[in-house]
Each structure stands twice: as C-alpha cells, then as structure tokens.
C-alpha cells in the first residue's frame, strides 16, 4: 500500500495549486480518501470538501469554497484543487485512507508522506 503525494511548493496569496495523490496496492474507491494538513504547533485538520456546501468532519470550515476534494478511478488518483490560498493555508498536506465512516484523523489508517505547502504574501 502507497500513497504519494505531489504538486505542493511555493505560491503567492490568492494563487492556485493542485496537489495530487497516487494510491498503489488498493482501490482507492474500496475506501474513504481524504486530505489533511498540519500547520507548525497545529493539530491536523480536515481540508476535504467534496463541495463548496460539504459539511463532512473532514472539511474545515476555512477552506470551504475554496478546496475541492475528486477523485481519477481510473488513475486511481485522489486531487486537491486549492484555489484563493492564503498565508494561513501554509503547511503540510497529507493524502489519507480510510474505512467507511473515517472522520477524526485517527480513524484514517494509512497516511501519505506528505508534500510541503506555502503560501508568501
């Protein structure tokens, strides 16, 4: 099982980037995909929206509208589009698996190096 993350680096406020995850040794459709990030002296959070209006625990309210959660079954690819970013979106991103129901960070059971987001103003 793999997980590998990429796209992240460096942006300027109110850019766009789009961070890719490649799933390897599983069917990303037989699980919940999600995104997660943890800025420095920070608890992770959620930042998967699959919707401007996703509610989902996993979906902070201070990216809503603004990240966008698909998925590639066929590449088996899970994509974060972030878009308007800001300073306070610096940090690091985590592409993330987990069973039927995975909310809280530690119910999601395999999670991805990670790939480095900042945002300069």
């Known amino acids: 099982v793999q997980l590998v993350e990429s796209g992240g680096g460096l942006v300027q406020v109110g850019g766009s980037l789009r961070l890719s995850c490649a799933a390897s040794g599983f069917n990303i459709d037989d699980y919940v995909m999600a995104w997660f990030r943890q800025a420095p002296g920070k608890e992770r959070e959620g930042v998967s929206c699959m919707n401007t209006y996703d509610d989902a625990p996993y979906c902070a309210r201070s990216v809503r509208g603004r990240f966008i959660t698909s998925l590639d079954s066929a590449k088996n690819t899970v994509y974060l589009q972030m878009s308007r970013l800001q300073p306070e979106d610096t940090a690091i991103y985590y592409c993330?698996?987990?069973?039927?129901?995975?909310?809280?960070?530690?119910?999601?059971?395999?999670w991805g190096q990670g790939t480095h987001v900042t945002v300069s103003s």
């Open positions: 993330v698996r987990g069973n039927l129901g995975a909310a809280a960070p530690s119910e999601f059971d395999f």
